[in-house]
T-cell receptor
């Protein structure tokens, strides 16, 4: 629908597990983002990558580890998460050298930490 | 915080009525955008208004921007049940995006 795909769509994990979220954009954009969306809270920007380089880390705990191997793929590696990390994790991409910096979102991964 | 704040938090109307949502922000912006989110899904871009524009239309959507008051409004005319969703404003400044908590719109058939 939007050219940004995310897998898996749903993930249930225990606090001692290690898992990864994957995002792929097919739009030729040069920037990718991870957001966390919790109930009744503003969308929280977690990480920003411009041309594969991390340019923003909004005080995210180290149990979240992003990886951007190329401008089309973005991962979020998860380990020793807490129940309060349960949320919808959204990936987005944009083209930064355009005057209209619209973000295109994936469908999200619904994460539940037990 | 530069985050946009939407008002009201929730809005329930009958099909065919107009829906108006407001957004306020705190610092200077390059542009302001409105997004829509269906339950548990990703956000979809609706419309962008630049800081030097005052009003913009797209189909049944009308957006206004008042930079002196640091506020914007989104009007959806002749609403439909399919418009039921959450609506977010996002302010943009040098490729950083700030979203509010959203307005949850329910359009009753």
């Amino acid at each position: 629908e939007t050219g940004v795909t995310q897998t898996p769509r749903h993930l249930v994990m225990g606090m001692t597990n290690k898992k990864s979220l994957k995002c792929e954009q097919h739009l030729g954009h040069n920037a990718m983002y991870w957001y966390k969306q919790s109930a009744k809270k503003p969308l929280e920007l977690m990480f920003v990558y411009n041309f594969k380089e991390q340019t923003e880390n909004n005080s995210v705990p180290s149990r979240f580890s992003p990886e951007c191997p190329n401008s089309s793929h973005l991962f979020l590696h998860l380990h020793t998460l807490q129940p309060e990390d349960s949320a919808l994790y959204l990936c987005a991409s944009s083209q930064l050298d355009r005057s209209t910096d619209t973000q295109y979102f994936g469908p999200g991964t619904r994460l539940t930490v037990l | 915080s530069q985050q946009g704040e939407e008002d009201p938090q929730a809005l329930s109307i009958q099909e065919g009525e107009n829906a108006t949502m407001n957004c306020s922000y705190k610092t200077s912006i390059n542009n302001l955008q409105w997004y829509r989110q269906n339950s548990g899904r990703g956000l979809v871009h609706l419309i962008l208004i630049r800081s030097n524009e005052r009003e913009k239309h797209s189909g049944r959507l009308r957006v206004t921007l008042d930079t002196s008051k640091k506020s914007s409004s989104l009007l959806i005319t002749a609403s439909r049940a399919a418009d039921t969703a959450s609506y977010f404003c996002a302010t943009s400044n040098f490729n950083k995006f700030y979203f509010g908590s959203g307005t949850k719109l329910n359009v009753k058939p």
